[in-house]
């Protein structure tokens, strides 16, 4: 068995750092802050249980997935920003 300090606390303190609580991705079923919690669950703990939960590969930090522009596609309304289409002529 190898020992790394890479997802570890490692020689860094982590209660030291300003952010006390962070969002974690529950990996596997298991009990984090006194509660179950289910594979898919996103939770904030402290940054120690956090980093314990992520060298058991029970967890992972959360990264939130930047949300889409909301795109208006109509097209010939007055909220559009879009000119209204030419229509045929008639013969």
Same mark, same amino acid.
């Given at each position: 068995?190898?020992?790394?300090?890479?997802?570890? !606390?490692?020689?860094?303190? #982590?209660?030291?750092?300003?952010?006390?609580?962070? %969002?974690?991705?529950?990996? %596997?079923? #298991?009990?984090? =802050?006194?509660?179950?919690? =289910?594979?898919? &669950?996103?939770?904030?703990?402290?940054? &120690?249980? !956090?980093?314990?939960?992520?060298?058991?590969?029970?967890?992972?930090?959360?990264?939130?997935?930047? %949300?889409?522009?909301?795109?208006?596609?109509?097209? !010939?309304?007055? #909220?559009?920003?879009?000119?209204?289409?030419?229509?045929?002529?008639?013969?």
């Amino acid at each position: 068995m190898v020992l790394s300090t890479n997802k570890m !606390g490692g020689l860094i303190a #982590t209660h030291l750092n300003e952010e006390t609580n962070m %969002k974690y991705l529950i990996l %596997k079923d #298991t009990v984090a =802050n006194k509660q179950k919690v =289910n594979a898919g &669950d996103v939770i904030e703990l402290s940054i &120690d249980e !956090g980093r314990m939960l992520i060298g058991l590969n029970k967890a992972e930090e959360y990264k939130e997935k930047p %949300k889409a522009k909301k795109v208006d596609r109509s097209v !010939g309304l007055e #909220t559009s920003e879009v000119k209204a289409p030419k229509k045929r002529a008639k013969k």
